[in-house]
C-alpha cells in the first residue's frame, strides 16, 4: 500500500487528456456525451517503493462513458510495464463499484479503461497490478464524479513553467532514473580549492644521462603517451656523443672494466693465500667507486659491450609525456619520458588559515573536480600542514584518494569539502542529480508524470554518493538522477509535444 510520504499531490489540471489524446473519436454509451469532450479533468501522479502511477482523466460525469490514459512504471529499472495484468476498481460508499480489467497494456506501459460511474460523489480507484515484472496495488483516493455537464468547475489552465518530457520519451531514454529528495544529515565541512598532484613515488621523470644519439630502432618502439609501461622496460637507447661528457663515458666504462679485472683477480689470489686481505678489500673499493661513477653517467642505465646506454622505467605507470624521435641528437638532462602510476593520487587541499584548527584529519573530505558535478571520497588523510603559505594565508592539508580506474586525472582542480567532525541538515539527493550550468548547480524535480522543472540550488557538503542540498529541493520532491541532460536539452527545445502519446 502507499505510504503517505509517497504520495504526490493530486495535480487537476484541465484538459490534458484531451491536448494528449486530440483527434482521436471518443467512445459514446447509452446517449450521453463521452466525458473526454467535457473539461475539468485532470492528472494524478503517485509513486510507491515498486511503482511509477501517472493517470490522465477527463471530467467524470454519471452515465458518460470516461476513457482513463494509465501510464505504469516498475521503478526496478524504469522501465514500462510490458505483461501485466491491471485491474482497475473503482469504489463508493454506496457500493455497486464498477470494475474494468485489461490483461495487457494496449502499448508498452500504457492502459486505457473505459469506466461509467453511477453515481454522483468522491470515488476511490484501486489498481490491482499483476504480473512478471511486479505485483501491487495502487489507491488513488478521492476522484470527484459529477451529477451532469452543468455541474462541472469551470476548467482551470494547465500550468506553463514546467518541462514537458513525455512518458514515451521517459522510456526511450536509456538510463533515466529518478530519486525522492529527504530529509537528513551529512557530516560538516568547509568548502575549499585543491587540486590532484601524484602520490609519492607514483610519478618519475626520465632524463637522458649524457648527451648522445637517440636509437632510431627502440625509439619507434617506445611506448607512446597513454601506454602503459611496467617497471624495468626498456624505453629507450642512447648512443653517447664523442667528446663532451660522451668520453668521460668511455673513460668510465675502462676503469669499471679494469676494476672488475682487478678484483676477480685479487680473489683467486686470496684463495692460495698470494695476498693478504687488505689487498681484496682495496680491489673491492675500487670496483665500488667505478660502478658508482658509471651510474652517475648512465642514471642506472645499463651499459652495453658496445657502450650504448640502455634506458629502462623506473616505476610502472602509464606514460605521460615522452619527448624523442628516432635519430634525433639529446643533451645530458634533457627529459624524455615521464611516467606516472595514477593507480593512488593525493589531492590538495587548500584550507584557510583561520579554519585550519576546524579539521577533522580522521573524517576525510568530499571532492568535485572542475567541470564534473559527481563527488568523490578519501580514502585517508595523509597530512595535515603545520605551516601557513604566506602568500595564500592558508594551510595544505594532504588527502589519498584511490583512483583504480584512472578518472580523477593529475592536475585537475577541484572544491573539496574538508569535514569539520559537526552535522550538517538540509535535503539529501543522490549526487547524480544535480548538474552545472553556467557555473552553479542545478537539479531538475519531477513536479508530475511528465512535467518537469529546472531548480537552481544551494548545495552543502557531500558524501556517500550524497549531496545536502540547504535551498532548492524539498523533502518528498522526486528528483531526476539519471539522464538529467536528456530533460536539460528538452527544457532547451522550441517544439512542444503534444502528441507524443502512443495510444
Not at 16 to 22: I, K, N, R
Not at 34 to 41: S, V
Not at 452 to 474: D, H, K, M, T
Request: glycine share 10%; aromatic share 4%.
Amino acid at each position: 500500500m502507499l505510504g503517505v510520504r509517497r504520495l504526490s499531490a493530486l495535480a487537476l489540471t484541465a484538459g490534458l487528456l484531451v491536448s494528449a489524446c486530440q483527434g482521436r473519436e471518443p467512445e459514446q454509451g447509452d446517449g450521453h456525451p463521452a466525458a473526454e469532450e467535457l473539461g475539468g479533468g485532470g492528472a494524478v501522479t503517485l509513486w510507491t517503493e515498486n511503482t511509477e502511477l501517472f493517470m490522465q482523466h477527463p471530467a467524470l460525469v454519471v452515465g458518460a462513458p470516461a476513457k482513463l490514459l494509465v501510464h505504469l512504471t516498475a521503478l526496478s529499472d524504469f522501465e514500462p510495464l510490458r505483461d501485466a495484468k491491471a485491474t482497475f476498481e473503482f469504489q463508493a460508499a454506496a457500493g455497486g463499484d464498477p470494475v474494468v480489467v485489461q490483461e495487457r497494456p494496449r502499448s508498452p506501459g500504457v492502459y486505457g479503461p473505459v469506466v461509467t460511474l453511477p453515481r454522483a460523489g468522491r470515488w476511490d480507484l484501486r489498481i490491482i497490478i499483476e504480473g512478471p515484472q511486479l505485483e501491487e496495488v495502487l489507491t488513488v483516493p478521492g476522484l470527484p464524479v459529477y451529477a451532469s455537464r452543468e455541474e462541472l468547475p469551470e476548467a482551470e489552465p494547465e500550468p506553463d513553467d514546467g518541462i514537458a518530457f513525455l512518458k514515451e520519451q521517459q522510456w526511450k531514454t536509456p538510463g533515466f532514473q529518478t530519486a525522492f529528495a529527504e530529509a537528513g544529515t551529512l557530516p560538516a565541512g568547509i568548502e575549499v580549492p585543491g587540486e590532484i598532484v601524484p602520490a609519492a613515488g607514483r610519478y618519475a621523470e626520465l632524463s637522458a644521462p649524457v648527451a648522445g644519439l637517440v636509437d632510431a630502432e627502440t625509439a619507434r618502439r617506445a611506448p607512446a603517451p597513454g601506454e602503459r609501461v611496467e617497471e624495468g622496460s626498456v624505453l629507450a637507447v642512447l648512443t653517447p656523443a664523442l667528446g663532451e661528457r660522451g668520453s668521460a663515458v668511455a673513460e668510465a666504462r675502462a676503469e669499471l672494466r679494469e676494476a672488475e679485472h682487478d678484483y676477480a683477480r685479487a680473489k683467486r689470489l686470496l684463495e692460495v693465500e698470494a695476498v693478504p686481505e687488505r689487498r681484496v678489500e682495496q680491489a673491492r673499493i675500487r670496483l665500488d667507486a667505478a660502478r658508482e661513477a658509471m651510474a652517475g653517467f648512465t642514471g642506472g642505465g645499463i651499459v652495453a659491450a658496445d657502450g650504448r646506454i640502455t634506458l629502462r622505467a623506473p616505476i610502472a605507470g602509464v606514460v605521460a609525456e615522452r619527448s624523442l624521435s628516432a635519430g634525433s641528437r639529446v643533451d645530458a638532462g634533457d627529459r624524455l619520458f615521464a611516467i606516472v602510476d595514477a593507480s593512488t593520487v593525493w589531492l590538495r587541499a587548500h584550507v584557510p588559515a583561520a579554519d585550519a584548527s576546524r579539521v577533522d584529519a580522521d573524517a576525510g573530505a568530499s571532492f568535485t573536480l572542475e567541470g564534473g558535478s559527481a563527488a568523490g571520497e578519501t580514502s585517508r588523510t595523509i597530512a595535515v600542514g603545520s605551516m601557513v603559505d604566506h602568500a595564500t594565508r592558508s594551510v595544505p592539508v594532504l588527502y589519498e584518494v584511490v583512483n583504480p580506474d584512472g578518472a580523477v586525472k593529475i592536475g585537475a582542480h577541484a572544491r573539496v569539502t574538508v569535514r569539520t567532525g559537526d552535522v550538517a541538515e538540509g535535503v539529501l539527493v543522490p549526487d547524480s542529480a544535480l548538474l552545472e550550468e553556467d557555473g552553479r548547480p542545478i537539479a531538475y524535480v519531477q513536479a508530475e508524470g511528465e512535467r518537469f522543472e529546472r531548480r537552481p540550488v544551494v548545495v552543502g557538503p557531500r558524501g556517500s554518493g550524497r549531496a545536502l542540498i540547504r535551498s532548492g529541493i524539498s523533502p518528498g520532491e522526486r528528483v531526476v538522477t539519471g539522464a538529467a541532460y536528456q530533460v536539460r536539452l528538452a527544457s532547451l527545445s522550441t517544439t512542444v509535444p503534444v502528441h507524443g502519446h502512443e495510444h
